[in-house]
């Protein structure tokens, strides 16, 4: 079955597959569909958690998982912690350490996260706000990597093709441009140094995996 991952804008996904709705890092959502099954949220700063856009999504029985300062802000849902794994009915959501290793922004000891989504056979990385880690070594057998590219908070676009090119995933994503920080330049630089084919988004866009 064919996974439909929605670009958003910025840092935010749609996923859906399998009759499941699974967001990532819902920010400036601009329908009040209230179709979400999970939410996940990497980590509390603003463009990543938004209390507004997950009542936009939510509905009854919507599971949130997030880093534990998310589930403390929501007051709900489920705190997950960097190696840890659920299962969601089907779907497993495995949390990756996301943190800049030379930079204060976003540090190892928040214990703030990215997540393997394994949904359908398939594996989609979504990366989170980080640097390069040695933690995405131990990643394999990735169908799509989500990246971010726009530099000052995250990787760059030389860091995001490294992340990528160590991963090794059939494809990858760039995000963390076109808002905040980072442009269309970023993305296409990105493309030009991953070793993989690279899906260049608009936001509202979507490709199938």
């Known amino acids: 079955m ?9 840092a935010s996904f749609k996923i859906s597959a ?4 699974v967001y990532i890092d819902p920010w400036k959502v601009t329908d009040s569909c ?22 936009k999504i939510s509905k009854d029985g919507t599971s949130l998982i997030g880093s534990a300062d998310v589930i403390a802000k929501q007051g709900n849902g489920h ?3 960097p190696g840890k794994a659920l299962d969601l009915n089907g779907i497993t959501v495995t949390a990756v350490a996301a943190y800049n290793p030379d930079k204060d922004f976003h540090p ?3 214990e703030w996260v990215g997540f393997v989504i394994e949904i359908d056979g398939k594996k989609i990385y979504y ?9 995405m070594k131990t990643l394999i057998d990735i169908d799509m990597a989500l990246v971010p590219v726009g530099g000052t908070y995250t990787m760059n676009p ?5 992340a990528v090119n160590t991963i090794k995933p059939k494809a990858a994503l760039p995000y963390h441009w076109g808002d905040i920080v980072g442009d269309i330049a970023d993305a296409e630089l990105f493309d030009e140094l991953a ?5 260049i988004l608009n936001p509202g866009q979507s490709v199938m995996i």
């Open 2 to 10: 064919a996974i439909e991952i929605k670009w958003i804008g910025h």
């Open 34 to 55: 209230h179709d979400a099954d999970y939410i996940l949220v990497s980590h509390s700063h603003h463009d990543h958690y938004s209390a507004d856009d997950i009542e």
């Open 108 to 110: 190892m000891t928040n």
């Open 18 to 21: 399998c009759d499941k709705v």
């Open 195 to 199: 070793n993989c084919t690279v899906e």
């Open 158 to 162: 030389q860091e995001a093709a490294t």
């Open 79 to 81: 705190a997950i912690k």
């Open 127 to 135: 990366a989170g706000d980080t640097g390069v880690t040695s933690e």
